[in-house]
């Protein structure tokens, strides 16, 4: 089965298709704290010991919602990997000419 991609055609598709806030609401809903001061802490696996975090700069629901956040934003990254993979697997293909 040959497969083809027109990369104009992709490029114009992206360009006019809607943008979300989806992520950015999300975003909006996550504690800044956490998402900023925590959170990138515990990515590069730097120990965080429970008298270094300041419980004052969040709410009990807090961790839930950077939880959620931390996931949808992991789904949205494994489909556009799926999709630059399927991408990358199509072989370059030669127009022919027309002179």
Do not use: C
């Not at 991609?5 to 956490?34: I, R, S």
């Not at 950077?66 to 799926?82: A, D, P, S």
């Amino acid at each position: 089965m040959l497969l083809s991609l027109d990369l104009q055609e992709f490029v114009e598709y992206l360009e006019d298709a809607p943008e979300t806030k989806e992520l950015e609401e999300e975003e909006m809903d996550v504690n800044a704290y956490l998402l900023y001061e925590v959170l990138p802490l515990l990515e590069q696996e730097i120990p965080l010991l429970l008298t270094e975090i300041d419980f004052n700069q969040f709410e009990e629901y807090d961790p839930a919602r950077l939880f959620h956040y931390v996931e949808t934003v992991n789904r949205h990254r494994w489909k556009i990997q799926g999709l630059a993979t399927l991408i990358q697997r199509i072989p370059p293909a030669v127009r022919p000419s027309f002179v």
